[in-house]
């Protein structure tokens, strides 16, 4: 599989391309996951919460 063929390239090359779509699935994808990661190691929902965001953000 090369790395253009690969589903998480195609879902970013879509959110560069400007595609909103792109940006749902991306958070649908991956918000879950990556708030259980941050709230195990935050302990603190809100602030968990607000990490997520800003990521999603800075991206």
Do not use: C, N
């Amino acid at each position: 599989m090369t790395a253009p063929d690969h589903p998480d390239a195609l879902l970013i090359e879509s959110i560069r391309q400007g595609k909103p779509d792109a940006w749902r699935d991306l958070i649908a994808q991956y918000e879950g996951r990556l708030l259980a990661f941050v709230d195990s190691r935050l302990r603190r929902r809100a602030a968990s919460e607000d990490v997520v965001q800003e990521t999603f953000i800075g991206f």
